[in-house]
């Protein structure tokens, strides 16, 4: 109990500061602010207060204007990020206890008084220095020998039968296949430079046969995919976003453009390759229409080919800040005033979980400050937003 106690005190020390610094940052600003930003920040100019009725209405000038004038709804001012303290020198942590520990022992067998050099010694302690020594991974030839016998009753031939193998009539066990999954897919080890460590090892391996080995490896790998996507899909809130590359098709000329389409929750992470980015490959992974579907939330962005997987409404669209703080970004070239605004005003939202986050505050404990504070910024936001947009 003293603990938590401990901790509540240190939490709402760490507000109290935070109000401080802002009612301090507040004053300050009124105090250097002109007499007409004076007057509007008397009004609804923070946008989380007052009468949204009378905010929403546009002044015909302003609607109708088209040059770089800043808006009259201001963003509240941000929170002010205080410097981290450099870090000392990095302690060196203690080798981990799981690893394998060998022990030599060094005796002593005479005294190091020189003139003494005595043998009779006897032992009152030791010291013990440790470090990490490097083995080299090995590859060896399992043979596998089935000897064949008659009955000597009915004389049937009988030969013992093979165990159980990944891939039958391979020359790779599973640790083999394993390794280069590993090196492929977990370092991002080419299969070129897979092949030249092989070759030190003692093995020769084409470019062919370590194809071969990740197609036998997905294969091996398909039902429990299978798990972690079901998995996904019962999670209720999934995160979407496809990155594009460059992709050789035999037969075709030049390269065309396909993606890799990641879908993650907090626990579980499915990489989707697609050869193109039209939206029925997207479709088809949660599978809209059918019986199976994913049917839940998912955080997106603003991408054309995201459009159909919310047409039957069982997928409840959530946009992603940061995708919309970059559009205002790229107006920075053309309004660079009413950019920086509406940037400012999603800062202040950051700032909202920011604050969070350094309480260390749980999942009620940040949904009621989202409510209490996140949702009057937004509102703020969006009115910012109508009577900026034609401007």
């Known amino acids: 109990q003293n603990e938590a106690l401990q901790a509540q005190i240190r939490q709402l020390t760490r507000l109290v500061e935070g109000l401080h610094d802002q009612i301090r940052e507040l004053l300050l600003n009124q105090a250097q602010a002109p007499k007409s930003d004076k007057d509007d920040s008397n009004g609804d100019g923070s946008g989380d207060s007052g009468d949204s009725n009378s905010s929403d209405k546009q002044d015909p000038k302003d609607s109708a204007g088209t040059g770089d004038k800043p808006s009259d709804i201001k963003p509240p001012p941000r929170k002010k990020k205080t410097k981290k303290k450099r870090k000392g020198k990095p302690r060196r942590r203690r080798l981990p206890d799981h690893l394998e520990r060998q022990e030599t022992v060094f005796d002593v067998e005479t005294c190091s008084n020189d003139d003494c050099e005595s043998t009779n010694l006897a032992g009152i302690g030791r010291e013990t220095s440790e470090k990490l020594v490097f083995r080299r991974a090995c590859v060896y030839v399992l043979q596998t020998t089935r000897l064949t016998k008659v009955c000597n009753d009915c004389e049937t031939i009988t030969t013992a039968p093979l165990p159980p193998t990944a891939v039958p009539r391979g020359q790779m066990t599973s640790s083999f296949l394993a390794h280069i999954a590993y090196c492929k897919c977990a370092i991002h080890l080419p299969l070129a430079r897979i092949a030249e460590d092989a070759l030190y090892l003692g093995v020769r ?44 098709e035999p037969g075709r000329k030049g390269t065309h453009r396909g993606q890799f389409v990641v879908y993650c929750n907090k626990r579980l992470t499915v990489y989707d390759f697609t050869p193109s980015k039209h939206s029925e490959h997207i479709t088809n992974f949660l599978r809209i229409g059918e019986k199976d579907q994913y049917v839940g939330k998912l955080v997106a962005d603003a991408a054309s080919n995201m459009n159909a997987i919310y047409t039957n409404g069982l997928i409840i669209e959530h946009g992603c800040w940061q995708h919309l703080r970059g559009k205002f970004k790229v107006a920075r070239g053309s309004a660079p005033i009413k950019a920086e605004e509406g940037i400012a005003w999603i800062g202040t939202v950051f700032d909202v979980d920011e604050t969070s986050k350094e309480l260390e505050e749980t999942v009620e404990e940040r949904l009621a400050r989202r409510r209490m504070e996140s949702r009057p910024l937004v509102k703020g936001f969006e009115r910012w937003m109508a009577k900026t947009q034609h401007q």
């Open 205 to 248: 391996l084409a470019s062919s046969t370590l194809c071969g080995v990740m197609v036998q490896v997905a294969m091996l790998l398909t039902p429990i995919y299978d798990r972690i996507v079901a998995a996904l899909f019962a999670s209720m809130l999934m995160h979407a976003d496809g990155t594009g590359l460059k992709v050789l």
